[in-house]
C-alpha cells in the first residue's frame, strides 16, 4: 500500500496542473468581479467553510456517517454478492435458480429502486443500508459467478487426474483463480457503494450523510457548502479506490506491477 501511495503521488503534480489553473481562474474572476452574484464565492469561502461555518463544519459528521454506511452496507451486500456468485459458477441448480433472476434484477438502474425500498422501508438508516448493499451486490456477484465460470477447463481436468479432494479444488483452483476477476467487482463495488450512498442521502434528504449535507446546502442556497461537500465526495473517491487498489495487489499478489 506505502508503494502504491508513494507512486500516487510522484504522478500528484503533474494531475495538480489542471486543477490549480482552474483554481487560479476562479480566484482571478471573482476578486475582479468578473463573476458576481448571490450563489458566487470564492476559493477562500469555500476553503474556510468546513471550519469556521456553522453549518459548513457538520461536513465532518456528514462524512463519517456515510462512510460508516459504505462498510456497513457494502460489506454485507459484498460478502452476499461473492457467496451467492460462488455458488452460482459452481453449482449448475444455483446457477439456474438465482442466475437468471439476478441478472434481470441487476438490469433496472440502481436509483430506481429508490421509491420501491422507501416504500418498503421507509425513509430512515434502513433504505441507506439496503441501497448501498444493493449497489456492491450486484458487481460483485457477478465478478464472482464470471469468474468461476472462466477457469481454465485444463486446469479442472488436472485436478480432477491428480485425484484433488473437492475442498482442495475450491481452496487452491477456483478460489485463486477467479481473483482477477472479483478484484475488479470489488473495486467496481467499493465505488458503487459510495456513490450509492450518497446519492440515497441527496435523495431522501433526512439524517447525516455527505448527500444530505449538500442536499441541505442545495436548499439553504449555500454554494460554498455545496462546492465543499461535491470536493468531499470526489476525494472520498479518490480514498477508497487507492485503498481498494491496495486491498486487491495483497488479495492477488502476482497482479502487481513488475519493476
Known sequence: MASRLWRMSRHAPRGAVFPGAIVLLWWAATSSGFLHGPLVVTPQQVAAVPFKDASGSALWSSLGASVARVVSGGLFGGLLGLALGYMAGLYRVAALGLSPTIHSIRQVALFAWIPLLTAWFGNGEVTKFVFTALSAFFPLFLA??????QVPRSLVEVAHVTGLTYRTRLRKLYLPAALPSVNVGIQIAVLSA????????YAIGNGRGLGSYI??????FRMDIVIVGVLALAAGSVLLNSLVGALTQKLSPWTQDVK
Do not use: L
Not at 464472482?144 to 465460470?149: I, N
Not at 442536499?215 to 439553504?220: L, M, V
Open 144 to 149: 464472482a459467478e464470471q469468474g468461476v465460470r
Open 194 to 201: 459510495w456513490i450509492g450512498t450518497i446519492g440515497s442521502e
Open 215 to 220: 442536499a441541505s446546502a442545495r436548499d439553504q
